[in-house]
């Protein structure tokens, strides 16, 4: 089992940073794949950036402005986002697939989660 827990959610003006926090606790952190998703209200959950030690990929919609990161030896995985717009406010989930270092990006490819921590971005 694996547990996650986000923080680091909030509210922020059209423009500005916020960072997000995942720590993971119940299996050695390295050999996960992390993974962030967002939902926003009336929306499917989708893909926003995924980690292994193979590399990383995002989403187009956050290319430039996102940054997913890991900390092994605090067993974190972060998503830095800066320039952020009104269409980024959602749900954020971390995610983790014990399965396999691959940096999937359907939801069906994690069988980790946590609870969400929610990001609103005012206009």
């Known amino acids: 089992q694996v547990q996650l827990v986000e923080s680091g959610g909030g509210l922020v003006q059209t423009g500005g940073s916020l960072r997000l926090s995942c720590v993971t606790s119940?299996?050695?952190?390295?050999?996960?794949?992390m993974a962030w998703f967002r939902q926003a209200p009336g929306k499917e959950r989708e893909f926003v950036a995924a980690?292994?030690?193979?590399?990383?990929t995002y989403t187009d919609s956050v290319k430039g402005r996102f940054t997913i990161s890991r900390d092994n030896t605090k067993s974190t995985v972060y998503l830095q986002m800066n320039s952020l717009k009104p269409e980024d406010t959602a749900v954020y989930y971390c995610?983790?697939?014990?399965?396999?270092?691959?940096?999937?990006?359907?939801?069906?490819?994690?069988?980790?989660w946590g609870q969400g921590t929610q990001v609103t971005v005012s206009s």
């Open positions: 995610a983790a697939n014990s399965r396999n270092y691959r940096l999937d990006k359907l939801t069906t490819d994690y069988d980790y």
């Open positions: 119940g299996r050695s952190f390295r050999s996960l794949a």
């Open positions: 980690s292994s030690f193979i590399g990383s």
